[in-house]
């Protein structure tokens, strides 16, 4: 377990991707290769939770999911933005998965692995958002890209602090995983609002 030295690879590996040629890969195999590596991604996360929710993880839980339906609320925005989204939840993921993951089954090779292809699915998705809501006019597309970032934000905000106020305990991350997996599946169904 040396944190530091997969950490460096990890670093390692993000600026390689940065001057390859990430650029030149098609925006038209976005899709696809989106969901490809979300399935993947689904399927190692799956892997690294319980089958069931352990019964003494119940009263976590359901304080949880007092508030649950905020994804189903932001769904129908999102959806107008796909691509933003999409960018925006792999990036809050990331920020989940850096906290403190002794109580999961996670190992650094297979974190690594999962957070990588993250990374990677970021930097194709920002080379395939136009330069028009790159820049800082306040465009109605931007400002539109802006709420939707926000709205991502916020949602995670909640994920977060529910892991720092219980501690990073088994049950949070089983209860957080379990909403991880309704993200990336939202993802899927964004994935396909992607305009051609
Ligand atoms: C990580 O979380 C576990 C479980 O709550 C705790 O025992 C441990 O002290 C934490 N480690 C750090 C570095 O915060």
Not at 98 to 127: R, V
Request: charged share 20%; glycine share 2%.
């Amino acid at each position: 377990m040396n944190t530091i030295l997969t950490k460096r690879w990890l670093h390692i590996y993000l600026v390689m991707l940065f001057f390859s040629e990430v650029s030149t890969q098609s925006c038209s195999s976005l899709r696809v290769k989106l969901s490809t590596t979300n399935k993947n991604n689904l399927e190692l996360l799956k892997n690294k939770m319980r089958t069931n929710l352990p019964l003494q993880c119940l009263s976590d839980m359901r304080e949880f999911i007092a508030t649950q339906d905020i994804l189903k609320e932001i769904q129908k925005s999102l959806e107008d933005n796909p691509v933003v989204a999409i960018r925006e939840i792999f990036q809050q993921i990331i920020g989940i998965f850096n906290q403190n993951l002794t109580e999961t089954a996670w190992d650094e090779n297979s974190m690594a692995a999962f957070q990588i292809e993250l990374h990677q699915q970021i930097q194709h998705l920002g080379t395939c958002l136009s330069t028009a809501m790159e820049n800082d006019s306040p465009s109605p597309r931007a400002q539109n890209a802006q709420l939707t970032r926000l709205r991502v934000k916020r949602y995670f905000q909640r994920i977060d602090n529910f892991l720092k106020e219980k501690q990073h305990s088994l049950c949070a991350w089983e209860v957080v995983q379990l909403e991880v997996k309704q993200c990336l599946l939202l993802v899927d169904q964004l994935t396909n609002r992607i305009p051609n």
